[in-house]
């Protein structure tokens, strides 16, 4: 996640090129390539965008991840002594830099004041000595810690099933939004990571890759079959594939940072999910949200353990609540608007959900399994949270912020009575 990252090559699973970056069978189509070996197109993403990006958001995971945040090498890496602030100092055989490993953070006094604030839904200006960017900074720290909490980030088995999911939040007290990714582990329901599109510096992030859109793509049927077409037709009119429209996000004028197109965002997202969890994770299901720049986040984040079938990826429509008892209908649907794409349909009196495996044939008792709830929890965790309405009047700097900390409150609320937070 700290090395310099170049996405531009085949997604089709199956594919002689797929994960293969500069292929001679590449052919140029405008602002797309053309992979002749397989037919389909897919569109280039800047490489230098995508990496100034992730350079400015993943500073906050420096000595979080088991990984040298200077050249990104996670073997060589051997502990160096102790830092003045008793943390390990860990060193890195490849460049021979050092860097401070954040195994645990004591939670500083005005912090958990702060953090009780967010807890109780109070506003914060009325903390004693209110002062709005020493209030950043202080979110900012306690994001830092939240990251550093291991009921953050850890796995909690060799396999694991993944719900990826999204929702867009206001901030500045105004109509503008913030794109948001969630990952959520099913077994544990533990938020394993969080992303926003807001970058703290602009500067560094080409303009054709900063968001612009002021309308919002809708969706109007609820029903899941209806949805995949509906989803489906509504990609194809976009003039790139990842050119998602979720509604308007202007910054103040004295905002230094930047919004960026969610297509960065997801593709940074399922980086952190790989690097959080790949050390303790055997095998992998991801379900995720049906959306093209999704999948070749997740893809690309996966791609040597989707080619060694360590890692399965599927599209997910979903609405209403399972009955565990009651059996399932089953149907099979077929969308060739942009894709080829398969999708078993399962259904109860009161639930149905449409599931496409992207990555290979997967058995049926697998895909009926398939489920974004544990994500659309979390994100329903927000939105009745008592801190959500001081929440959309806050920086979306500080947005970020808090959402990353909510998330720590989440998995301390779902882990066992016998674990403290």
């Given at each position: 996640?700290?090395?310099?990252?170049?996405?531009?090559?085949?997604?089709?699973?199956?594919?002689?090129?797929?994960?293969?970056?500069?292929?001679?069978?590449?052919?140029?189509?405008?602002?797309?390539?053309?992979?002749?070996?397989?037919?389909?197109?897919?569109?280039?993403?800047?490489?230098?965008?995508?990496?100034?990006?992730?350079?400015?958001?993943?500073?906050?995971?420096?000595?979080?991840?088991?990984?040298?945040?200077?050249?990104?090498?996670?073997?060589?890496?051997?502990?160096?002594?102790?830092?003045?602030?008793?943390?390990?100092?860990?060193?890195?055989?490849?460049?021979?830099?050092?860097?401070?490993?954040?195994?645990?953070?004591?939670?500083?006094?005005?912090?958990?004041?702060?953090?009780?604030?967010?807890?109780?839904?109070?506003?914060?200006?009325?903390?004693?000595?209110?002062?709005?960017?020493a209030t950043g900074r202080d979110l900012q720290q306690l994001a830092f810690t939240a990251r550093v909490s291991?009921?953050?980030?850890?796995?909690?088995?060799?396999?694991?099933?993944?719900?990826?999911?999204?929702?867009?939040?206001?901030?500045?007290?105004?109509?503008?939004?913030?794109?948001?990714?969630?990952?959520?582990?099913k077994k544990s329901d533990r938020v394993i990571a969080l992303t926003t599109n807001y970058a703290l510096r602009?500067a560094p992030i080409p303009f054709e890759y900063r968001y612009s859109a002021n309308e919002e793509e809708l969706?109007?049927?609820?029903?899941?079959?209806?949805?995949?077409?509906?989803?489906?037709?509504?990609?194809?009119?976009?003039?790139?594939?990842?050119?998602?429209?979720?509604?308007?996000?202007?910054?103040?004028?004295?905002?230094?940072?930047?919004?960026?197109?969610?297509?960065?965002?997801?593709?940074?997202?399922?980086?952190?999910?790989?690097?959080?969890?790949?050390?303790?994770?055997?095998?992998?299901?991801?379900?995720?949200?049906?959306?093209?720049?999704?999948?070749?986040?997740?893809?690309?984040?996966?791609?040597?353990?989707?080619?060694?079938?360590?890692?399965?990826?599927?599209?997910?429509?979903?609405?209403?609540?399972?009955?565990?008892?009651?059996?399932?209908?089953?149907?099979?649907?077929?969308?060739?608007?942009?894709?080829?794409?398969?999708?078993?349909?399962?259904?109860?009196?009161?639930?149905?959900?449409?599931?496409?495996?992207?990555?290979?044939?997967?058995?049926?008792?697998?895909?009926?399994?398939?489920?974004?709830?544990?994500?659309?929890?979390?994100?329903?965790?927000?939105?009745?949270?008592?801190?959500?309405?001081?929440?959309?009047?806050?920086?979306?700097?500080?947005?970020?912020?808090?959402?990353?900390?909510?998330?720590?409150?989440?998995?301390?609320?779902?882990?066992?009575?016998?674990?403290?937070?």
């Amino acid at each position: 996640m700290f090395r310099y990252t170049d996405v531009n090559s085949c997604k089709t699973f199956g594919c002689r090129n797929f994960g293969v970056l500069n292929s001679p069978s590449y052919a140029q189509r405008g602002e797309n390539i053309l992979c002749q070996a397989c037919g389909f197109h897919f569109p280039v993403i800047s490489a230098a965008a995508f990496n100034a990006f992730k350079a400015q958001t993943n500073r906050g995971y420096h000595g979080v991840v088991w990984a040298c945040p200077y050249c990104g090498k996670r073997d060589g890496l051997a502990r160096n002594g102790y830092a003045g602030n008793g943390q390990q100092r860990v060193r890195c055989a490849g460049c021979r830099k050092t860097f401070v490993f954040y195994e645990r953070l004591r939670v500083a006094p005005h912090l958990s004041q702060l953090a009780d604030m967010i807890r109780a839904g109070q506003p914060l200006h009325e903390r004693p000595g209110f002062s709005p960017k020493a209030t950043g900074r202080d979110l900012q720290q306690l994001a830092f810690t939240a990251r550093v909490s291991p009921f953050l980030a850890r796995p909690f088995t060799l396999e694991a099933t993944f719900a990826t999911a999204t929702f867009s939040i206001n901030f500045n007290g105004s109509p503008n939004r913030l794109y948001v990714i969630v990952t959520v582990e099913k077994k544990s329901d533990r938020v394993i990571a969080l992303t926003t599109n807001y970058a703290l510096r602009s500067a560094p992030i080409p303009f054709e890759y900063r968001y612009s859109a002021n309308e919002e793509e809708l969706l109007v049927s609820q029903e899941p079959v209806a949805r995949i077409f509906a989803k489906d037709r509504l990609m194809g009119r976009r003039a790139l594939f990842f050119d998602a429209r979720y509604g308007a996000a202007r910054l103040k004028s004295n905002d230094a940072g930047a919004i960026v197109k969610p297509v960065l965002a997801a593709y940074r997202h399922f980086e952190i999910v790989k690097s959080l969890t790949q050390n303790a994770v055997l095998y992998v299901q991801h379900y995720i949200e049906h959306e093209c720049f999704l999948y070749g986040g997740c893809l690309m984040a996966n791609r040597d353990d989707v080619t060694s079938g360590h890692c399965h990826i599927a599209f997910v429509h979903e609405k209403g609540t399972r009955a565990p008892q009651r059996p399932f209908r089953s149907d099979i649907v077929t969308s060739s608007i942009i894709w080829n794409d398969v999708w078993r349909c399962f259904s109860q009196p009161d639930y149905q959900m449409a599931v496409c495996s992207l990555t290979g044939p997967q058995r049926i008792s697998e895909l009926r399994e398939a489920t974004l709830q544990p994500a659309h929890r979390f994100i329903d965790f927000i939105h009745r949270h008592p801190f959500y309405p001081q929440l959309l009047r806050l920086s979306p700097a500080n947005v970020g912020a808090v959402l990353e900390f909510l998330a720590t409150d989440y998995n301390c609320g779902v882990v066992k009575p016998e674990v403290r937070c």
